[in-house]
């Protein structure tokens, strides 16, 4: 996992902290087991941006998993 803080200012000048994080994701090649999965769903129950990649040409397995991420953040966000 890699990750970078950084100290920014919006346009009003108000200060605000960005992290950026890259994880292993849902059926890495890397995977050892369950310890990727729980740092990604870490991962996503903490960001208010996801960006999602994938090696290549997005299929089908890829898009039925950004489904799934869909729903569950939409059922994460439902307890805030």
């Not at 100290?7 to 090649?29: H, K, M, N, R």
């Amino acid at each position: 996992m890699n990750f970078l803080v950084s100290l920014l200012q919006d346009a009003s000048g108000q200060e605000f902290t960005v992290v950026l994080l890259d994880s292993e994701g849902i059926d890495a090649v890397t995977s050892e087991g369950s310890d990727d999965h729980c740092i990604f769903t870490l991962t996503i129950l903490l960001a208010s941006v996801f960006i999602y990649n994938s090696a290549g040409v997005p299929t089908r397995t890829d898009l039925d998993g950004l489904q799934y991420l869909s729903e569950f953040s939409a059922k994460c966000s439902s307890f805030k």
